[in-house]
């Protein structure tokens, strides 16, 4: 049975830094595109980031230029570097594994997920 684990979530600054990580089990985790997407209370799930299996990446407009996602193949790990943090950035982050690589905006393209890590970004 496949497994992700989130850890880093936390209570943050406006204008601090977050790391989050994502540990993936059981699953031949190279062959996966890999994404970040969070949801806040009263709101669907929206997309956060994406690396796919080569190492090419997107992003929500939202988190352009503030958030890096990275992976590492051979720790089946995958991260997501938030700098410069809003309070509009609060929300549990998901992270997710997928073969669909052209529907990496939306949940749809996902086959796996974490249970998620809670992000909370005060002003």
């Known amino acids: 049975q496949v497994q992700m684990v989130e850890s880093g979530g936390g209570l943050v600054q406006a204008g601090g830094s977050l790391s989050l990580s994502c540990a993936a089990s059981?699953?031949?985790?190279?062959?996966?595109?890999m994404g970040w997407f969070r949801q806040a209370p009263g709101k669907e799930r929206e997309f956060v980031a994406q690396?796919?299996?080569?190492?090419?990446?997107n992003y929500a407009d939202s988190v352009k230029g503030r958030f890096t996602i990275s992976r590492d193949n051979a720790k089946k790990t995958v991260y997501l570097q938030m700098n410069a943090v809003k309070p509009e950035d609060t929300a549990n982050y998901y992270c997710?594994?997928?073969?669909?690589?052209?529907?990496?905006?939306?949940?749809?393209?996902?086959?796996?997920w974490g249970q998620g890590t809670q992000v909370t970004v005060s002003s």
């Open positions: 997710a594994a997928g073969v669909r690589e052209s529907y990496y905006y939306t949940p749809q393209g996902y086959s796996y």
């Open positions: 690396i796919s299996r080569r190492g090419t990446t």
């Open positions: 059981r699953l031949t985790f190279n062959i996966y595109s």
